[in-house]
């Protein structure tokens, strides 16, 4: 892979990321009421663990062939 292609995939993913911790922030801010507001971090960092938590179990499974084959299709 060209090096300018992977410098502007790394760019693009950095942007994406910091786009989606900026949006979360803010929807939390509206979601908390004003007491709340300093534990609002606390609360984006938990939902974010959660998520890679359950998104990892969920997605590890398929990567085993055993799993497919006797879950997902007949083997060949």
Do not use: R
Not at 24 to 52: C, H, M, N, Q, R
């Amino acid at each position: 892979m060209d090096i300018g292609k992977l410098l502007g995939l790394g760019i693009m993913t950095m942007f994406a990321t910091t786009t989606l911790d900026v949006a979360s922030d803010g929807w939390i801010i509206t979601l908390v009421d004003k007491g709340y507001y300093p534990e609002a971090s606390t609360f984006a960092t938990i939902g974010l663990v959660i998520g890679i938590f359950m998104a990892s179990n969920f997605l590890i499974p398929f990567n085993s062939v055993e799993f497919c084959n006797e879950y997902i299709y007949s083997e060949p």
